[in-house]
């Protein structure tokens, strides 16, 4: 059983268009994660969510943190073939250890 | 400061055999966790490292197994090696709770033959 689940699995979508991936759980968090993983590399930490109804800005990218703080949300606004990867939400689970939700492979074509 | 360092970066192992992975810490990280990511999947995590005690294990079996020096490296041990161990192997460190973050290294990619 999986408890972060992600949608869509995968996003394949032409430059400039706009986009929102979905990290769902029926489980509380104290805070939300987001990263993102280019091929061949680790996950990079993109931005954390602590509080319910939280909403964070970076550039072209939109986090929100449900109301409930059991889901959360990525907007990418105008995607760039170089916003291409795989993008992770995690959180903090039994006593604080990072899980992983499913992923989201996100292909940005010219 | 240096980031998380992952040693080796590809191996390719035969079913049955052992392997270590090894890797190095951010500098000023106390805490190193192990996971496991099959292609295209979220990292699934493996096990915690704190001050040299393993502090909480995901779903693995005991063949999986680890260490953590006085230095805060850290080494992933997997005996009697499947076919389905086959995955990139990241390591990542803290300096405590995970609010803050994990830093990974590059991962080591683990072909089982």
């Known amino acids: 059983t999986q408890l972060l689940e992600q949608s869509p699995q995968f996003l394949s979508i032409q430059e400039g268009e706009n986009l929102t991936v979905y990290c769902n759980s029926s489980?509380?968090?104290?805070?939300l994660q987001w990263y993102r993983q280019e091929p061949g590399e680790g996950p990079v930490l993109l931005v954390t969510?602590?509080?319910?109804?939280e909403v964070k800005k970076l550039k072209r990218l939109t986090f929100q943190f449900g109301d409930a703080r059991k889901d959360s949300s990525l907007h990418i606004t105008a995607a760039q073939t170089g916003d291409t990867g795989l993008y992770l939400c995690?959180?903090?689970?039994?006593?604080?250890?990072?899980?992983f939700g499913t992923g989201t492979r996100l292909q940005v074509f010219p | 400061e240096t980031g998380v360092t992952q040693s080796p970066t590809h191996l390719i192992k035969t079913r049955g055999q052992q392997v270590t992975l090894r890797c190095s810490s951010q500098?000023?990280?106390?805490?190193v966790s192990w996971y496991q990511q099959a292609l295209g999947q979220g990292p699934q995590f493996i096990f915690q490292?704190?001050?040299?005690?393993?502090?909480g294990r995901g779903n693995f079996p005991p063949r999986f197994s680890g260490l953590q020096f006085p230095n805060y490296s850290s080494e992933l041990n997997v005996n009697a090696l499947e076919l389905d161990d086959s995955a990139l192997y990241l390591c990542?460190?803290?300096?405590?709770?995970?609010?803050?973050?994990?830093?990974f290294g590059s991962g080591t990619r683990l072909t089982v033959v």
């Open positions: 990542a460190s803290s300096s405590g709770q995970s609010r803050y973050g994990y830093t």
């Open positions: 995690a959180g903090p689970y039994n006593t604080d250890k990072l899980i």
């Open positions: 500098s000023g990280h106390n805490t």
């Open positions: 490292y704190y001050r040299e005690e393993e502090n």
């Open positions: 489980s509380v968090f104290s805070s």
């Open positions: 969510v602590v509080t319910g109804g």
